[in-house]
């Protein structure tokens, strides 16, 4: 038994693609091993723990003595979206994927924002969010029109210029936006304000004041039956908003994945008991949705350079859970996530037999290890690991 767990989400780092990755238009995809075959570099800390030895990766060996447990996890859940993704680690199974907009929102939405925000809207089609603001920035900043976007994500994002839209009037706006898109008939996963800066066309930069307006989980994840049990359960990253709080006794935002380990740290280094629940999203948004092999493989180098940190940081009766959420694949076409299997790796400071355990058939197998950890009742179709790994 752990008195306390430390799971973090390496945002899009799949290990492969999934069984049903054809039903995605994903056959093919493996974001570490295409990304990794991209140049050559160390992770021996990665290695050390046997992430070579879930599948052949380039610069990445099998290592004889893994210290940690290693396997793969497939998803059960309809969609490949980070939302998906995070609900199914904490327990559920979407099993009615969220609505996606391929040619924008319906009249009767965007008139309904027009309306309730007595400002105009431009683009209304999936598109890509830096591509966008080089698109339409101008345009805005002369008109005041929202840069209303989305992608294969059931996404509704809103580009606006810091100068233009004072951030907390974005806000504003997307709780607006929020509240419309709650219901059955646009069912949107999220809403998310996507401010920029800079004067002209080809010199927009997005900024670190993104915010997501996500919907609260449709029941109850492991977060809340260990919240109401009275356990902590720490947010670092954006973690809390893609469970719009539920079920989060703290959480810690971050601006970045060096200051998200941070952060973790601190956390790790305080006394809790309970569950810290971490993701590290550059590498989905700066790299994965941008097709940046070279960035991606260099995010992933940054994270090996502190793992030793975080596995120091770890008391003796700690677990360390690295995960993904899905896959998003850098080499492959388009811009969007890609339906793979994610890596788990399990480790923690007290000599266990670390080697390789069974392949997880859904992410909720998390979910029910924290759950029979914590000795707290929870009801999921996920498969407890803890007796694998004691
Ligand atoms: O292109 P940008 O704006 O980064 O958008 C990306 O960010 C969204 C939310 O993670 C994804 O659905 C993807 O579309
Ligand atoms: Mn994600
Ligand atoms: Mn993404």
């Known amino acids: 038994m752990f008195n306390r767990i430390h799971l973090i989400v390496l945002d899009s780092v799949g290990i492969g693609e999934a069984p049903d990755a054809d039903q995605f238009n994903d056959k093919g995809t493996h974001t570490l091993k295409h990304t990794l075959e991209c140049k050559t570099g160390a992770f021996k800390n990665l290695e050390s723990l046997g992430l070579g030895c879930i599948d052949v990766l380039p610069n990445i060996g099998c290592t004889t003595e893994p210290k940690a447990f290693y396997t793969k996890m497939q998803e059960i859940s309809q969609g490949k979206d980070t939302m998906t993704g995070h609900w199914e680690i904490a327990g559920l199974n979407i099993e009615t994927a969220f609505k996606t907009y391929p040619n924008g929102f319906p009249d009767e939405l965007i008139d309904q924002i027009k309306e309730k925000t007595g400002r105009g809207v431009v683009c209304n089609l999936p598109a890509?969010?830096?591509?966008?603001?080089?698109?339409?920035?101008?345009?805005h900043m002369e008109t005041g029109d929202l840069?209303?976007?989305?992608?294969?994500?059931?996404?509704?994002?809103?580009?606006?210029?810091?100068?233009?839209?004072?951030?907390?009037?974005?806000?504003?706006?997307?709780?607006?936006?929020?509240?419309?898109?709650?219901?059955?008939?646009?069912?949107?996963g999220r809403v998310i304000a996507r401010p920029f800066v800079g004067p002209r066309k080809g010199a927009f930069k997005r900024t670190g004041n993104r915010h997501d307006y996500a919907l609260s989980p449709f029941s109850d994840t492991v977060l809340n039956v260990l919240k109401n049990a009275g356990f902590d359960t720490i947010s670092v990253g954006k973690i809390s908003d893609i469970f719009n709080g539920s079920g989060i006794t703290e959480a810690l935002r971050t601006k970045n994945n060096m200051d998200g380990i941070d952060k973790l740290l601190t956390v790790i280094n305080k006394d809790f008991k309970g569950l810290s629940f971490t993701n590290l999203v550059d590498f989905d948004a700066e790299y994965g949705h941008r097709r940046d092999p070279e960035g991606y493989f260099d995010a992933l180098v940054d994270f090996d350079n502190r793992l030793p940190e975080i596995i120091e940081a770890l008391r003796d009766d700690d677990l360390l859970i690295i995960t993904a959420d899905h896959?998003?694949?850098?080499?492959?076409?388009?811009?969007?996530?890609?339906?793979?299997?994610?890596?788990?790796?399990?480790?923690?400071?007290?000599?266990?037999?670390?080697?390789?355990?069974?392949k997880r058939s859904s992410f909720a197998d998390i979910a029910a290890t924290i759950a029979e950890n914590f000795e707290v009742q929870y009801h999921t179709h996920g498969k407890s690991f803890l007796k694998e790994i004691l």
């Open 327 to 358: 896959g998003n694949d850098p080499t492959h076409t388009g811009t969007d996530h890609t339906r793979e299997y994610v890596p788990l790796l399990i480790t923690s400071k007290k000599d266990l037999k670390y080697g390789e355990i069974n």
């Open 128 to 139: 890509s969010g830096t591509e966008v603001i080089d698109e339409f920035g101008e345009h």
């Open 147 to 188: 840069i209303i976007y989305t992608s294969n994500d059931p996404v509704l994002q809103i580009a606006a210029h810091e100068d233009i839209i004072p951030i907390e009037e974005l806000y504003g706006i997307c709780e607006i936006v929020r509240e419309l898109t709650m219901e059955d008939e646009f069912l949107v």
